[in-house]
Nanobody, 116 residues
Framework: QVQLMESGGGLVQAGGSLRLSCAASESISSFIYIQWYRQVPGKQRELVAGRTREGATEYANFVKGRFAISADNAKNTVDLQMNSLKPEDTAAYYC??????????WGRGTQLTVSS
C-alpha cells in the first residue's frame, strides 16, 4: 500500500506563512491526484487544495489567493504553501492521494495552529 506522510505543521502568528509537505512512498507522478484536506474537532474534513499528475490545481474558496499547491519532484513531495494565515486556518492538515495502482491513501496529519 502506498504511504503518505505530512510534515511542516506548527505554531504561527496570524499573517504569517508556513509550508506543509506531503511525502510519498511512491513517485508522486504515479498518483492520479494528491490533495490537502483539513479538519477541526467536531467538523467534517474539508478539501483545501488539490493537484493532478498533469499539474491542474484546485482550491477551496477560503484559501484562494493565499495558499498554493505544488509538486517538488526532486524531493518527491506535494507541498502546500500557506500565506496570510488566519486563526480560522487552525486545523489538522491531511494529505490524500489516489495512486493508479495502489488506490487511495491518507497521511496521518500535521497540526497547524495560527495564533491571533
Amino acid at each position: 500500500q502506498v504511504q503518505l506522510m505530512e510534515s511542516g505543521g506548527g505554531l504561527v502568528q496570524a499573517g504569517g506563512s508556513l509550508r506543509l509537505s506531503c511525502a510519498a512512498s511512491e513517485s508522486i507522478s504515479s498518483f492520479i491526484y494528491i490533495q490537502w484536506y483539513r479538519q477541526v474537532p467536531g467538523k467534517q474534513r474539508e478539501l483545501v487544495a488539490g493537484r493532478t499528475r498533469e499539474g491542474a490545481t484546485e482550491y477551496a474558496n477560503f484559501v484562494k489567493g493565499r495558499f498554493a499547491i505544488s509538486a517538488d519532484n526532486a524531493k518527491n513531495t506535494v507541498d502546500l504553501q500557506m500565506n496570510s494565515l488566519k486563526p480560522e486556518d487552525t486545523a489538522a492538515y491531511y494529505c490524500y492521494g489516489f495512486h493508479f495502482v495502489g488506490g487511495s491513501s491518507w497521511g496521518r496529519g500535521t497540526q497547524l495552529t495560527v495564533s491571533s
